[in-house]
């Protein structure tokens, strides 16, 4: 059968000297699959755009920014991760260039600079700690995962770096 997942991009805006990133604190609705977490800005990808374009649109919609640069710091495929098992393929990115003033708030919650340095020590997703290290280490290689998740929970990790 073939590997059908939805795909989506995370992005993860850092202040000009890269020592704050910008989150989401999941606390607007009570029916959100992530409520309670922090996570990066994204979402799902439409038909007519290609994945910088869908990341671009994401951090407009969520963040009121204007990205001036975008790398791109990985790819992972999330098979069971949806709310009903779905497979998700995200493309991973890092936003070290934007113009604007964030929101404080979107219709997903709270707009916050938190620190890199404490982003592991808030309530994430338990396999965002796996790969989140990849996202802002000095490494310039994209990392390329698979993480694998049941009933809510990642089961496995892998990646490789090219």
């Known amino acids: ?25 999941r606390n607007a609705r009570p029916n959100d699959a992530h409520l309670g977490k ?29 990205c001036l640069e975008l790398t791109l710091r990985g790819t992972i495929s999330w098979p069971g991760f949806g709310p009903k098992g779905e497979d998700w393929l995200g ?6 260039r934007f113009s604007g003033t964030p929101f404080e708030r979107n219709p997903e919650g709270e707009l916050s600079w938190v620190p890199v340095k404490d982003i592991l020590s808030l309530p994430l997703w338990d396999g965002d700690r796996h790969f989140l290290p990849l996202v802002f280490d000095a490494d310039p290689r994209a990392f390329h995962g698979v993480m694998p998740y049941a009933g809510g929970h990642a089961v496995s990790w892998s990646f490789s770096r090219i």
Do not use: W
Not at 43 to 65: F, H, T, Y
Not at 91 to 96: D, L, S, T
């Open 91 to 96: 493309f991973v990115f890092r936003i070290p």
């Open 1 to 25: 059968m073939p590997y059908t997942p939805i795909i989506g991009t995370l992005g993860y805006v850092t202040s000009p000297d890269g020592e704050r990133v910008l989150l989401v604190h």
């Open 38 to 66: 922090y996570n990066g800005l994204g979402g799902k990808m439409q038909p007519d755009e290609d994945v910088v374009s869908c990341m671009r649109r994401e951090i407009r919609e969520e963040a009121g920014l204007e």
